[in-house]
């Protein structure tokens, strides 16, 4: 498939592509050889073109480490979720009807954001594709600031990460009457969505994106409110609630020394099912981008597979994030299926992609990246603020950070992703490009307080980047410069 088939027409996508794994004999020793080019000048519109291209393939059985001298990376990007004050549902009620925004009395800091932003109000105009669909988790954070004795009152291990049911989640936001708490539409995946919707919200580079989200929430007044924060901000929410069903939330107690207790509720979101609507949708959907906190449920995992090969039938390309260390672990071959069979991009972080390759702590990112794209067309690994790579084809492009004086780094992996996905839209041809476009909106989104790249500053990323795109006479060759060494 042509890369320019990502364009922002309404033409169909083409059939499925091929890929294969390559000899292990390249694997083990990455070289010239594997580079895409037959001569010095080709350009990178051509390299980007000749990504995409992969064969079904079974996951490899064994996978062993590219020797690498390079030192421990330190942690890399997280992704979190936003902060925003919160409505009243510390006595956890369920009513079947869905409650809108204003009937919760809502404000938060999106609200000051929404004049500017232009949601759909119904059905009928929605448009007739999608340039990206996510399927992920949808859930109501829950944020509040508390001290050691609350924790300890309610019997909850500092710093650790906790599944509840839903008397214990009534329970804790009860506890909660009184303290400054506030509510999202929480998710590393909404975060992302969010950032690209507002980036390509305005037709700079390109007709408007249209950006939509799958998942399960309940019929109660939190699925309703996780819906209208998303349609505020030009993410189409498209799946029905389930009848009678909960809504999943995620409560995050932060103490005075910076450690986070949470505490998830998975509700109706571990129950994403594959349905005609869901296979509609992805359809008419050119970037189908699936949330890897998903791969921790059964069923789910089915429903996954089951979308990736409507995605591969009908042309689209499959993004995968890998959003957990520990997910990874528990689902390590369930992970790989669904990568070495369907995906076309990933996006992890330094560890993640370590541990996508059995790599000790000692490897080097660029390591990990170079060996995940002998298996992944497009890989995306954010090192924190050590920069990031892109792999393509056993090479790694080296992309350095963006300057900022970080104020909070939760979220800035969502956002890296979506400046990745933002380029490869307009049909941004040269990866360094690409890659300081998601560095810039990584650096704005940890200069501030929250997850969410505000209107305003996706606003001025967009236009500065199609003045920077336009401005140039000729695309830069991709050289032996450009490519990382070992």
């Not at 109000?121 to 004795?149: I, T, Y």
């Not at 349905?275 to 509609?280: E, K, M, Q, Y």
């Not at 992609?353 to 890989?379: D, N």
Request: charged share 20%; with cysteine; aromatic share 8%.
């Amino acid at each position: 498939m042509s890369f320019s088939l990502l364009s922002l027409s309404s033409s169909s996508l083409s059939s499925p592509l091929t890929r294969k794994f390559p000899p292990f004999s390249e694997l083990s020793s990455p070289s010239s050889t594997l580079f895409p080019f037959s001569s010095p000048s080709s350009t990178t519109s051509l390299f980007i073109s000749s990504i995409f291209n992969r064969t079904t393939i079974h996951p490899p059985t064994s996978l062993f480490p590219i020797s690498s001298s390079s030192s421990n990376f330190s942690s890399s990007m997280s992704s979190g979720t936003d902060a925003t004050p919160s409505p009243d549902f510390s006595h956890d009620t369920t009513p079947s009807t869905s409650a809108t925004d204003d009937d919760l009395a809502v404000s938060d800091s999106d609200d000051d954001d929404a004049p500017q932003d232009h949601p759909s109000d119904s059905s009928s105009s929605l448009p007739d594709r999608w340039h990206v669909l996510g399927l992920g988790q949808a859930m109501v954070d829950f944020s509040g600031m508390v001290d050691d004795e609350f924790l300890e009152r309610l019997g909850l291990d500092k710093g650790t990460r906790k599944v509840v049911n839903h008397e214990e989640r009534g329970r804790v936001l009860r506890a909660m009457d009184g303290c400054s708490y506030k509510a999202a539409a929480g998710g590393s995946l909404s975060n992302t969505l969010v950032a690209l919707a507002r980036l390509g919200g305005q037709p700079i580079g390109g007709p408007s994106l249209n950006v939509a989200m799958a998942g399960s929430v309940g019929s109660d007044p939190l699925g309703g409110f996780y819906r209208s924060k998303l349609q505020r901000a030009n993410v189409n929410f498209l799946s029905a609630p389930v009848d009678d069903g909960t809504t999943g939330t995620v409560i995050v107690l932060t103490t005075p020394d910076a450690q986070r207790t949470m505490l998830a509720y998975q509700g109706m979101s571990s129950r994403v099912n594959y349905d005609p609507c869901l296979a509609s949708l992805i359809s008419k959907t050119s970037i189908l981008i699936v949330e890897g906190y998903l791969f921790e449920f059964p069923d789910t995992i089915k429903t996954i597979a089951m979308a990736c090969e409507e995605a591969r039938r009908c042309g689209a390309l499959v993004a995968i994030t890998a959003s957990d260390i520990t997910c990874i672990e528990r689902h390590y071959d369930d992970f790989w299926d669904i990568m070495a069979n369907y995906a076309d991009i990933i996006f992890a972080n330094s560890d993640e992609a370590r541990t996508f390759c059995h790599f000790s702590s000692k490897e080097s990112p660029i390591s990990a990246t170079r060996y995940l794209s002998h298996f992944v067309p497009f890989v995306s690994v954010t090192d924190g603020p050590k920069g990031s790579y892109i792999g393509v084809k056993g090479e790694a492009v080296y992309i350095p950070p963006s300057p900022c004086v970080p104020v909070d780094t939760c979220g800035a992996g969502d956002a890296y992703a979506s400046g990745i996905l933002y380029g490869l839209l307009r049909g941004v041809s040269d990866l360094r490009d690409m890659g300081a476009l998601a560095s810039k909106v990584a650096s704005v989104v940890v200069a501030q307080q929250g997850t969410r790249l505000r209107v305003q500053d996706a606003v001025k990323l967009a236009k500065s980047f199609a003045f920077h795109q336009k401005s140039s006479a000729v695309w830069s060759d991709v050289g032996s410069d450009q490519i990382s060494s070992l």
